[in-house]
């Protein structure tokens, strides 16, 4: 691989990632529903209707999957802690069982030198909220606000890092206005409600994992560099809307007490009531940011209803999951938020990576390629001045990727799902290797 942890400053942290609802295993250990079970048991939502009750048996064979994370010479995991499992009503009652797992899972990341960093939410809505309209309900924040309570009130004492929640606009804007994600709503009024009260979750979080002492606090957002299709005017508007609600509206929330102009075009009108008193509460300080980043995207504008654009195929090489390659986008980034929001805030990538049709035996350099160039991309940010103190692989094994199914594979081991068994890709062992060096 081009690339070793020497070209990076003294104390750049290499990490990994996965989730709960992707890996655990949801039929064991006394998690209740989320609203993944439901929105997968509704034919057309998720490819083959698969599920995440087994996913990767996570639950069972942590102590197997940590080996293999500290084996690639890494120093942290990034993990995300179940809502259902820890509290499977999403109130009231807790889960001891839920609770001793994620204890003893972070144990076992202290006991191989792996920093505990921790997503509080990572989708797996307990069905008992989403009946009460998950995040269009306004008192989620405040049972988000008691979740972070009961689960950071256990672990949080030995957690490296912390973010509330993982990637605001997926909850938002993809599973309330697209439909692509569990609830799978096509409602604006839906997305402005979900959008706003996902922010307002966050920065309670953050003040209750404050008074708890904990420390490392941060928001992981995503991004996807908007490409107007051409160079007409309506293509530059188009592509600025899609950026508006996809890249600045949560960093504009968390760092500018207001939503972007040209998004609040459409979304003023459907705000919850009150939303403009709620940014004292989301403005909770924090001590980084983290950018998920994949793709770009080459937006076009038509005729349908605001925001009027539409995807169209890009030129560029594209991963299993038909996402261009576009490394560029990650130096952009972190240089956009660097510049024009967090302003000398550390910054982490804290997702990246590409599915490939992986099978055993058959190397995946495409994977290899891909993290050469993001690797390089980072690197270049640094030089351009930007605080970015460390990277995330997405994934550490192959998982439930959600409407997808289990057919995409991110990760850098190979799981075989009739039989569970761990296969480290040419991957993993390339970046073991620059790693060591
Ligand atoms: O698998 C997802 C993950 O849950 C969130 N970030 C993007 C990944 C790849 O789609």
Redesign the pocket.
């Known amino acids: 691989m081009d690339f070793k942890r020497s070209d990076f400053p003294d104390g750049f942290l290499f990490a990994a990632a996965t ?1 709960s609802y ?1 890996i655990e295993g949801h039929s064991f250990g006394g998690a209740g529903k989320t609203h993944w079970d439901t929105f997968a048991q509704t034919p057309g939502n998720v490819v083959r209707g698969e599920n995440g009750d087994i996913a990767c048996d996570h639950y069972h064979r942590f102590a197997e999957d940590l080996d293999l994370a500290a084996g690639m010479g890494l120093d942290g995991y990034r993990f995300s802690t179940s809502w259902a499992r820890v509290l499977p009503e999403g109130r009231g009652t807790v889960n001891q069982d839920g609770l001793d797992f994620y204890d003893r899972l972070v144990d076992a990341m202290l006991e191989r030198n792996l920093k505990p960093m921790a997503t509080l939410y ?1 989708w797996e809505l307990p069905v008992p909220l989403a009946d009460l309209g998950g995040w269009r309900n306004p008192d989620m924040p405040n049972w988000f606000a008691d979740f972070t309570q009961v689960i950071m009130g256990r672990i949080g004492d030995r957690i490296y890092s912390a973010a509330p929640v ?2 605001p606009w997926c909850v938002g804007w993809l599973s309330h206005f697209l439909g692509h994600h569990a609830p799978g709503l096509r409602d604006i009024r839906a997305t402005a409600h979900a959008m706003h009260h996902i922010l307002l979750a966050h920065g309670q979080a953050i003040s209750v994992m404050r008074d708890l002492g904990m420390s490392n606090l941060g928001a992981v957002c ?1 991004f996807e560099y908007a490409q107007p299709v051409d160079e007409s005017p309506e293509a530059a508007k188009a592509a600025a809307l899609y950026d508006g609600y996809y890249n600045q509206f949560f960093l504009s929330g968390l760092f500018k007490s207001r939503y972007p102009d040209i998004v609040m075009e459409g979304l003023e009108p459907h705000m919850p009531r009150g939303w403009d008193q709620d940014f004292k509460t989301i403005q909770a300080p924090l001590d980084w940011v983290g950018l ?1 980043y ?1 793709t770009r995207k080459v937006i076009a504008p038509d005729n349908s209803p605001w925001p009027s654009h539409t995807e169209v195929d890009g030129p560029l090489p594209k991963t299993q999951m038909g996402w261009e390659v576009y490394p560029d986008g990650l130096r952009h980034f972190l240089n956009m938020v660097h510049n024009e929001y967090t302003k000398g805030l550390p910054l982490l990538v804290t ?1 990246n990576g590409m599915a490939n049709e992986d099978t055993v035996g058959q190397p995946d350099q495409p994977r290899i390629d891909y993290l050469e160039a993001h690797l390089a991309a980072a690197k270049s940010a640094l030089a351009d001045g930007v605080p970015l103190r460390g990277y995330t692989f ?1 994934s550490l094994l192959d998982n439930y ?2 409407a997808l199914g289990y057919e995409k594979r ?1 990760g850098l081991v190979h799981v075989d799902f009739e039989t569970l068994e761990r296969t480290p890709k040419a991957s993993y062992h390339a970046v073991s290797a620059a790693l060591a060096q």
Request: charged content about 25%.
């Open positions: 989730s992707q990572h993982n990637e995503n998920n994949y997702e997405w990727e959600w991110f």
